[in-house]
């Protein structure tokens, strides 16, 4: 597998290379010279007497202590080490590999002060696999992530806990079993490594990518319940997007219409369905899934651009600046690019796409599931009702989980709470809204999960007409991991099991073809 160079901005493709498919990295001649140099700029500086924050100065409410030269060496490792107060579960290995990623990204630029062989470690560590382990809570978005990013870097001072192959290990134990050799940080180099936005950051990218393939599998999962209640195809004419101009809207109802080619339940006319009510427009679920799942789009679109521009920031504190022409000596300017405002407003507005999604998904479920309102289908989706309940029950998960994520999608960036003696007195809360929005991702991975379950089975009842080319593939693909349901039975293997599809990428793959995107 080609390495991956750092040398220049990283774009989402390679991301997901790095943290999904384990590519290697390497840092460029250009970000290595830049790396050396900010190096000894800043131990020149340091061992001049100058007051620098954070390297002869204490940290936060403790900035007017004065550090003495022989003191800067434990005084970063101690840093390192007092913020590593995180609580709560592991975050998920791709987050992990993705703040490693972000964070190497972040010091190759030469802002940062960090030497040469502490950052190749750091690289090291990532190509090699060995995982700080980094637990979910601790993080407010003030000085950026301290503690999740203090967790991320205990293992270099031979601190922490690694997982390596699949195996959770001491930090030095894992360190010396993948062969790598812990270091003793200098100037500035523990605050280099902890002060930024890479958790926040990483999480919102791995939900990113992961969304993508929602937008997909809702298309999927809502066109099939559009044939099973045989509905009116005229809202997805094209001159209807084309007028509004929306591009994830356009998309979307591109996505349908080629799932439904050569459907005879789609778009029926009145008569030829039994038991079909004559109106002319469907419920809003169907009739403005483009217009929804569109919108969802397009948040995604916007998300991810503040994600790539955040994944190639330099985000610690103070910054240092080499000497140029219009600044001869050079400078190191304390600033607050730590802060993680912009990250933590744009994972709430994904936060707030993804509820969505999953709220126009359960109202799809909870119609094909009414006899009033399903178009001839029976209650519940299962002969016999009375004695079987049928699809009941999985409509009220969805309903549950839908509930869940209006908790979820409230937003985090606008609550705030002061620390560090109120130095810090305004902060994002970027994490916890990257944590709500992997939170909302789950539910509504089952949420299509359900309805996927619950429209194959409607499908599945509509015998002797042809389904739509995409809609048929999909349901096939499906009938291979969860039967028909004649009558009751256990069902939450089949839940389970529909959301690893949806997930996994399963349901996209078997229809790829019929997306233009």
Known sequence: MITLTLSHQLDFDSIEQVVFRYKKVELGEDARSAVEASAEFIRQRAQSGD???????????????????????????RLLMSHACGVGQPLPEQVVRAMMLFRINALSKGNSGIRLSTLDLLVEMLNRGVHPVIPEMGSVGASGDLCPLAHMCLPIIGFGEVVYKGERYEGMRGMQRAGLDPVRLTYKEGLALLNGTQAMTALGAVVVGQTERLLNSADITGAMSLEAVAGRTAALDHRIHAVRGRKGQIDSARNVRNLLAGSQLAGAKDGEIPNKADYVQDSYCLRCMPQVHGACRDVLDYVKGVIVTEANAVTDNP?????????????????????GEPVAMALDYLKISLAELGNISERRSAKLTDKHFSEGLPAFLVSNPGLNSGMMIPQYVAAALVSENKLQAAPAS???????ANMEDHVSMGMHAGLHAWKALTNVERILGIELL???????????????????????????HVPFMHEDRVLYPDIERAAEIVRDGVLVNSVRSFFAN
């Open 51 to 77: 007051a620098i924050y954070g390297v002869t100065t204490g940290f936060g409410a403790n900035r007017d202590q004065v550090i003495r030269p022989e003191d800067a060496e434990v005084m970063q490792e």
């Open 319 to 339: 910054l240092i600046f080499m000497p140029s022409e219009d600044d001869p000596e050079g400078s190191i300017l304390s600033g607050g690019n730590f802060h």
């Open 414 to 420: 606008i609550d705030s709470i002061p620390t560090s």
């Open 454 to 480: 619950i429209a194959a089975q409607a499908l599945d009842l509509r015998e002797g007409y042809t389904l739509g080319e995409g809609t048929k593939k999909a349901r096939d693909m499906f009938r291979q």
